[in-house]
């Protein structure tokens, strides 16, 4: 039997069944249960100071260390969708203020010396299905999808657009994209020459408006 180190005497009606704890500590793992009928709810007391989690010290010379793992598995066939993470903060009506982010990905090298053996990215989006299966996915597949749900009421001082690239600090980029081969989507098949100009796609440099040219 699991060591009950904090447990609620007298549960709501709406109680895991059977009396279950809603705290639960068994060997080195902590199980903290919501209500039945309620989400699980974790607060800061201060608005100035932020919820941490496994924010330490990783001393192990060799292997990978994950800091947080959220991988719900649904288990029921139906209708109902999945997400893993929902991040959506807001400012409630008639309040202002700075910047407002959903996630800031910032990935952080000291100054000095220790090599880095492989990649540093900010956000990587795998597409993980297997290599067989009978699916049907009726909807599109895309790594990254973007919707936009602004009013024309406000005042937009700046531009609003899909994708910015900042300014840099010290380094240059050494490309707008970087495509590893030829079988990633890029063609070379057709030629621009022979086909219609049908669409532009307007860019912004600084201040200055060009366009990319689409071909059908």
Do not use: C
């Amino acid at each position: 039997m699991p060591y009950q180190w904090l447990q609620n005497k007298t549960l709501p009606a709406d109680a895991p069944a059977g009396g279950t704890p809603l705290v639960e500590l068994k060997d080195s793992t902590l199980t903290l249960k919501a209500v039945a009928a309620d989400h699980f709810y974790i607060d800061t007391q201060q608005d100035g100071k932020n919820v941490r989690i496994n924010s330490r010290a990783v001393t192990q010379a060799t292997g990978d260390h994950t800091a947080v793992s959220i991988k719900p598995n649904k288990t029921a066939d139906g209708s109902g969708g999945l997400t893993g993470l929902e991040v959506s903060p807001r400012f409630q009506a008639s309040m202002g203020g700075n910047d407002l982010r959903a996630i800031l990905g910032d990935p952080v090298l000291k100054a000095g010396s220790g090599d880095i053996a492989a990649q540093v990215v900010a956000f990587e989006a795998n597409l993980d299905f297997g290599v067989s299966g009978t699916r049907t996915i009726t909807g599109d597949v895309s790594a990254f999808s973007s919707f936009l749900a602004i009013p024309s009421t406000y005042t937009y001082s700046a531009l609003v657009s899909f994708l910015r690239v900042r300014g840099v600090n010290i380094k240059s980029w050494d490309a707008f994209l970087n495509v590893d081969d030829e079988n990633t989507g890029v063609t070379t098949s057709s030629d621009p020459s022979a086909s219609t100009n049908d669409r532009w796609i307007p860019v912004y440099i600084g201040t200055d408006k060009y366009y990319l040219r689409l071909y059908d």
